[in-house]
């Protein structure tokens, strides 16, 4: 029997996929930022009223989800501006420079990998920081975290590592997931429970996506 759902990967990048469920709960995180102009009938929308017809006037202080955000931004008519989230400034550079395990990203933002790159559609000072440097800083970040979270999901056979996965972001939890079904598949191979071992769907799904690349 097929399965009803087959799950589709995030997009790289700034570009998203909207056939991912990951994408789109990922387009509902809300992005610091201002009306550089009234947005007639949007009050309701980005909680500023009560009513559907009022307009949020110029200069307001905004919580924009980032789908609405990059519908509304435009550089030539300046609709609105955006502000980087906390998370990604200098100060918390810095931490993760320093220890990028000791941070709960789920808490922080539970889509931090992507969510930080869709930053660069939007017109920022700090962007060719975040270019330049924060891209690294990811890369970074995600290989002092990535060790740690490969070994306890190698290491933990029937434990409780809920403690541990609270604290990763989405893509984190994936692997993780990744690394426990390896584990779990190695040890009823070994114990003869199973006739073969097989390749991750993360694995058959980058192999697709590279042989689509070459027909096309």
Same mark, same amino acid.
């Given at each position: 029997m097929s399965d009803s759902y087959f799950p589709v990967g995030p997009g790289l990048g700034m570009e998203e996929n909207f056939l991912s469920l990951d994408d789109i709960l990922m387009s509902q995180e809300k992005l610091p930022g201002r009306a550089e102009s009234a947005l007639p009938r949007l009050a309701v929308l980005l909680g500023q009223g009560g009513g559907s017809a009022e307009s949020v006037p110029? #200069?307001?202080? *905004?919580? /924009?989800? +980032?789908? *609405? !955000? =990059? #519908? +509304?931004?435009?550089?030539? @008519? @300046?609709? /609105?501006?955006?502000? +980087?989230? =906390?998370?990604? =400034?200098? !100060?918390? @550079?810095?931490?993760?420079? !320093?220890? !990028? $395990?000791?941070?709960? *990203?789920? =808490?922080? #933002?539970? &889509? &931090?990998? #992507?969510?930080?790159?869709?930053?660069? $559609?939007?017109?920022n000072p700090e962007n060719p920081e975040i270019a330049q440097t924060d891209s690294v800083c990811f890369l970074q970040t995600f290989i002092a975290r990535f060790r740690r979270i490969m070994d306890s999901s190698q290491n933990a056979y029937n434990e409780d590592t809920s403690a541990l996965v609270a604290r990763l972001d989405e893509l984190e939890r994936a692997l993780f997931q990744v690394g426990q079904k390896g584990l779990n598949d190695f040890q009823c191979w070994e114990k003869g429970q199973a006739s073969q071992i097989t390749a991750s769907s993360l694995v058959q799904n980058y192999g697709k996506r590279k042989l689509t690349e070459v027909d096309g």
């Open positions: 110029e #200069g307001s202080k *905004l919580e /924009i989800p +980032l789908w *609405l !955000a =990059k #519908g +509304l931004h435009d550089s030539k @008519r @300046r609709i /609105i501006s955006v502000e +980087l989230p =906390k998370i990604y =400034k200098e !100060a918390w @550079r810095t931490v993760f420079s !320093a220890d !990028a $395990n000791v941070v709960d *990203l789920h =808490k922080m #933002g539970p &889509y &931090y990998y #992507g969510f930080g790159s869709q930053l660069l $559609n939007f017109e």
